[in-house]
């Protein structure tokens, strides 16, 4: 066919094709029409592109039909119908037809549209069909929103004019769906899209289409005035007062952004697909001219696509909203005055006249009034509207600079009411983006990674959102926070430290230590008292360092809790740094938060606790905790029955920094479950046994008997077979040579193993690989999709534990069979696992190993290099681990 180089020459050559026989020619054409797309992306406008395929498929499908002899067929017409019926085609989105008729079918006609049907099937194009009658199609058009939706777009192609003219009579004039019925239908529809996504379009890969924000929620607007107005081009909004001209371009610009986003994506993956996936992310970047430095490419793309939805969303609702009151013929039923600028109209804030916001320190008043009344559900449409005016009129400045926006500002932080909602409102319509450079260089950043689940701005705004909920009534979940916060004198250096903790992200550098000086000089251009501003740097600068110790060192050992204590120094930092964490936890991923970290850093916060009010006597405060655990265990067996003789004998076996890690009710279960099992005699043999009832955070794994090699990588093979993780494990042996394991397990999604048939059949799984102790349990877990297309470098660390142990820092990625691999690295090295603390930070495996060596003692510089190359032989067994 030759190459096209123009749009006009492809419809030209598609409108004189001699035969449907030559499916050769007619798949060359269509090759050249996605060659000319391809060809045009970067030097001709999105909507030309758009427009263009959905014109170049019209002529094509115009002259097959006639080709079969189908315009000789009485009262039968070809409609485009759905995206294509509006006219917009992206290159490989369905193209989805209507063949609808008066009457029914005769049986040389359905031959005809059946060949036409398999021709456009055989040349690769994604067809959706339908053929009925008009009768039908009404019928179903009355029973579902979706088809009604459709046909509301139906545009014609070719055939019998006469009848898609009845067809468009019967659907959309004396059609059940009343353009009332189906605004509320579509209102509620796009509701539950949201909830899908979570209400948010900040996800780690949205989908162009569907996530708020995105096209769907510009078509709704689309498909509800085409339904009530009877008005097909947007344009028309404008006239009839629901969009001004400006707004009108800003969401045609919104949607030209979105579109060329949605074309990339279905270049490079080479068909119709609408999620962002990682697999594509990079592609997508460097088509959209984002650059070739991958990493930095994407983030440049996702930050503005996140900055594209925001807009859309604000649109979205501002004429929405105007519609719902319109097209339900609603009045408002409940007014009340605020001030002289604002009233409560419906418990939307609604503007009093046409300049309410007149300099940017009007704006953060606006936000007092919100603060001060509760009753505030929203803003409605003419209050949405002056507020993205003012806005934009007021860019060219940080509201910052302005002395007197620095103490409205801080007397709403002061506010016990402005975290309720003002501050939802003051994100959503980009008010702090306006007050202050730090933020508005942080929104829409995305990190790219399986860990942070939002957007750093979208990520902070939920945990200042946590950090709120600490004060309120309705919080049961975390009653320490609540007294914590409820008895602070200043919350406001909470707030401000939440605000602040990451807004130092995406600057090269460590983002605590910058964003401790960036709030030190917050701090000090809004008068904020120098200790105060003390405190919040303070936060800023260590708001990692709980999670860290709580999840990646031994909370057990006296040191790492005196060290913990001594960074801390006081309980009023440790109840703040507390709330703080455990807010950051929740409001990075809606999966990360579980009972297993709640129960680190609840113990880690009590020992710290204690330690403080010993005056750091960290060494006392743990023997205390043994003798209070022991007494505590022996009580309760006691009870039992049990033999005291027997019991004090195997206690002897143990050091004390078992009983002092262990709670009372672990001991006694261990106790009960080792005395039992310790007449059988075969040295073969091992106690396995679960518990899901006395472990904080997870189901508890108990291995008792004679010590042998290789047993942890045995065990974490297993383990990870059957989608189960390790999270934290004490390996010790005890004084008359035993061995004893305590492994917290989980399943792979962060939840307890709840099954009583799932845990007895780990316990067998362990048991019988444990007979065969020269092979390896065969692992047939694969690495996720998502998985794959990360970068995460194996690093191997080395750290001073004790002069008898070394602790060991490993990140990789997360892929199957790693801890195994790691288990037989130790045995090679004829090393002695004490302790292993595992965690899953996104794609990434972040463990912490506590070891020894042959004689007792901590590694040699030169055991630590030999250990190093083993770990990264082994690990490069490993399929997608990337060794430097």
């Known amino acids: 066919m030759g190459s096209f180089v123009n749009l006009q020459q492809l419809c030209d050559n598609a409108s004189s094709l001699e035969s449907v026989d030559d499916i050769k020619a007619i798949k060359e054409l269509v090759q050249s029409s996605y060659d000319w797309l391809t060809a045009s992306f970067n030097k001709q406008p999105i909507d030309t592109l758009v427009t263009g395929r959905a014109t170049f498929i019209d002529c094509l499908l115009q002259r097959i039909w006639h080709l079969y002899g189908l315009e000789d067929a009485k009262h039968l017409a070809l409609c485009a119908v759905g995206g294509y019926g509006r006219g917009h085609l992206q290159p490989y989105s369905d193209i989805d037809l209507l063949i609808v008729s008066k009457k029914a079918l005769k049986p040389d006609v359905k031959e005809k549209i059946g060949m036409f049907i398999t021709l456009l099937w ?136 979105l579109w060329r986003i949605r074309f990339a994506l279905h270049m490079v993956a080479g068909r119709s697909e609408n999620r962002l996936l990682f697999d594509y992310q990079t592609d997508v970047a460097r088509m959209l001219e984002y650059g070739d430095d991958n990493k930095t490419a994407v983030e440049k793309m996702m930050k503005a696509f996140f900055r594209t939805v925001r807009r859309v969303t604000e649109l979205n609702q501002l004429l929405l909203q105007r519609f719902r009151y319109d097209m339900l013929n609603q009045s408002i039923q409940c007014q009340q005055t605020i001030n002289d600028d604002f009233c409560l109209s419906d418990g939307r804030i609604s503007p009093r006249h046409e300049n309410v916001f007149p300099t940017p320190e009007a704006i953060l008043d606006f936000l007092r009034v919100i603060a001060d009344t509760p009753d505030t559900v929203g803003l409605d449409t003419d209050c949405i509207r002056q507020l993205r005016n003012a806005r934009r009129r007021f860019q060219d400045t940080y509201y910052v600079e302005r002395e007197a926006c620095r103490v409205k500002l801080i007397e709403l932080f002061k506010h016990p009411h402005f975290f309720d909602f003002a501050w939802d409102i003051m994100h959503q319509y980009g008010i702090l983006q306006s007050y202050l450079p730090q933020w508005d260089h942080i929104v829409g950043m995305m990190q790219f990674d ?44 909470l707030y401000i430290a939440a605000i602040f903790h990451d807004i130092a992200k995406g600057r090269n550098g460590d983002h605590s230590t910058l964003g401790a000086k960036d709030v030190a000089s917050f701090c000090e251009a809004h008068n904020i008292v120098s200790s105060d501003a003390e405190l919040i740097a303070w936060l800023v600068e260590n708001h990692l360092l709980m999670s860290v110790v709580a999840q990646r060192r031994d909370i057990y050992d006296p040191d790492v809790v005196n060290d913990f204590a001594t960074a801390v120094r006081s309980q009023g930092h440790l109840n703040l740094l507390y709330a703080l964490t455990l807010a950051d936890i929740r409001a990075t991923n809606d999966n990360l938060w579980n009972d297993w970290k709640s129960s680190l850093l609840r113990e880690l916060y009590l020992m710290t606790q204690k330690a403080l009010d010993n005056g750091l006597q960290c060494g006392v405060t743990m023997q205390e905790r043994v003798e209070l655990h022991k007494s505590k265990a022996l009580a309760s067996l006691q009870q039992q029955g049990i033999d005291d003789a027997a019991l004090m004998t195997l206690w002897s076996r143990f050091e004390d920094d078992y009983f002092a890690r262990f709670r009372p009710e672990q001991i006694a279960w261990h106790s009960r479950e080792i005395l039992a099992f310790e007449p059988i005699e075969d040295d073969a043999v091992m106690l396995i046994k679960t518990n899901n009832d006395i472990a904080k955070g997870g189901t508890e794994l108990l291995m008792y008997g004679k010590d042998r090699p290789a047993l942890f990588a045995q065990i974490a093979s297993v ?56 092979r390896n349990h065969t692992n047939t877990r694969k690495l996720s999709r998502q998985h794959k297309q990360l970068n995460v470098p194996v690093k191997v660390r080395f750290y001073s534990a004790q002069d008898d142990a070394t602790l060991i820092e490993l990140e990789a990625l997360d892929a199957p069979g790693i801890l195994a691999k790691v288990g037989h690295a130790f045995v090679d090295c004829k090393l002695t696992l004490k302790l292993a603390k595992i965690a899953t930070i996104g794609e990434r495996a972040e463990d912490v190993f506590i070891v020894s060596n042959e004689q007792g003692k901590a590694l040699t510089p030169e055991e630590q290099t030999a250990l190093k190359k083993r770990i990264l032989f082994k690990l490069d067994q490993l399929e997608d681990i990337n060794i430097p």
């Not at 939002?454 to 990520?459: I, N, P, R």
């Not at 009534?473 to 406001?492: A, T, Y």
């Not at 040579?737 to 059949?761: A, K, P």
């Open 122 to 257: 055989d040349i690769k194009l994604d067809v959706g069909q339908s053929v009925r009658t008009i009768k039908e199609t009404v019928k179903l058009a009355k029973e579902d929103i979706s088809i009604a939706t459709n046909l509301v777009e139906s545009r014609y192609l070719c055939g019998c004019e006469d009848t898609f003219e009845d067809l468009w009579h019967a659907v959309n004039v004396k059609s059940s769906w009343t353009s009332q019925a189906f605004f509320v239908a579509k209102y509620e529809e796009q509701q539950a899209r949201h909830a899908k996504f979570n209400g948010t379009s900040y996800n780690l890969e949205p989908n162009i289409k569907e996530n708020p924000g995105c096209l769907r929620d510009i078509q709704s607007i689309g498909w509800v005035a085409k339904k009530h107005f009877r008005e097909y081009d947007g344009w028309n909004l404008v006239g009839h007062g629901y969009f001004t001209e400006n707004e009108h371009a800003e969401l045609i610009e919104c949607r030209m952004a």
């Open 450 to 493: 399986l860990f942070h689940a939002y957007t750093v701005d979208e990520h902070t705004h939920r945990l200042v959102k946590h950090v709120n909920h600490y004060f309120s009534d309705r919080n049961v979940e975390f009653p320490r926070c609540g007294r914590i916060v409820k008895n602070l004198d200043k919350p406001e250096l």
């Open 719 to 774: 383990l990870d077979s059957r989608n189960c993780t390790i999270r934290d494990a004490h390996i010790a042996v005890t004084r008359d040579g035993h061995v004893f394991d305590s492994m917290l397990i989980l399943e792979n999604d962060g939840s307890r193993i709840d099954s009583e048939s799932r845990m007895r059949s780990i316990e067998a799984a362990i048991a019988d690989q444990l007979l065969k102790p020269g």
